[in-house]
């Protein structure tokens, strides 16, 4: 399941909805915040946009990719957009599966390639008023190309 939205979520109310649907033998939750993207300079606000459709669609692929390669029983992303304060969550990443190994690795890669391949676009605001867009980074792109090479994964 994907979800874009403005509004806040609770991660442990999405947590208890994904483990009541499933029998899982691991759910493995990842929780992103807004936090400092300048060495130098404190972050007031992240202004978050998105392509709306294409957006879901992308993270919806990014979801079925990794429940086929690592057996994921189910995945759930909420990724919020809008003006956000310092602090706040941005993003929930759950991953349901029979073996733990397989859901870090689902939920590992979800997260990668959301940073690279999802339609966001993220304008920072510094305390002292300065606005500009965050660029994505190589080491993120790098990682994610990881991804793309032949599994080395050890059995399950």
Same mark, same amino acid.
């Given at each position: 399941?994907?979800i874009?939205?403005e509004? &806040? #979520?609770n991660? @442990?109310?999405?947590l +208890?909805q994904?483990?009541? !649907?499933?029998? +899982?033998?691991a759910?493995? /939750? #990842?929780?992103?915040y807004? !936090?400092?993207?300048? &060495?130098?300079? %404190?972050?007031? /606000?992240? =202004? ?12 919806d692929?990014? *979801? %079925?990719? @990794?429940?086929?390669r690592? $057996? ?6 909420v $990724? ?5 304060? $310092?602090?706040?969550?941005?993003? =929930?990443v +759950?991953?349901?599966?029979a073996? !733990?190994?397989? %859901? #870090?690795?689902? *939920?590992?890669?979800i997260?990668?390639?959301?940073k690279?391949?999802a339609?966001f676009?993220? !304008? ?7 606005s =500009?867009?965050?660029q994505?980074?190589?080491?993120? +792109?790098?990682k994610?190309?990881l ?6 994964d050890?059995p399950t």
């Amino acid at each position: 399941m994907v979800i874009v939205q403005e509004a &806040d #979520f609770n991660a @442990a109310d999405l947590l +208890a909805q994904l483990r009541g !649907r499933h029998a +899982a033998g691991a759910i493995v /939750t #990842f929780t992103g915040y807004v !936090r400092d993207y300048s &060495d130098d300079a %404190a972050t007031k /606000t992240l =202004f978050l946009e998105h392509y709306p459709g294409m957006c879901e669609r992308e993270i919806d692929t990014i *979801c %079925a990719t @990794a429940q086929a390669r690592w $057996h994921a029983l189910e995945t759930l992303v909420v $990724h919020r957009v809008g003006r956000l304060q $310092h602090k706040e969550q941005i993003v =929930f990443v +759950a991953v349901a599966s029979a073996h !733990r190994g397989n %859901a #870090f690795r689902a *939920c590992e890669y979800i997260i990668d390639a959301l940073k690279t391949r999802a339609p966001f676009w993220k !304008r920072e605001t510094l305390d002292s008023g300065e606005s =500009f867009w965050v660029q994505q980074h190589s080491a993120d +792109a790098d990682k994610t190309a990881l991804w793309d090479a032949p599994p080395t994964d050890p059995p399950t």
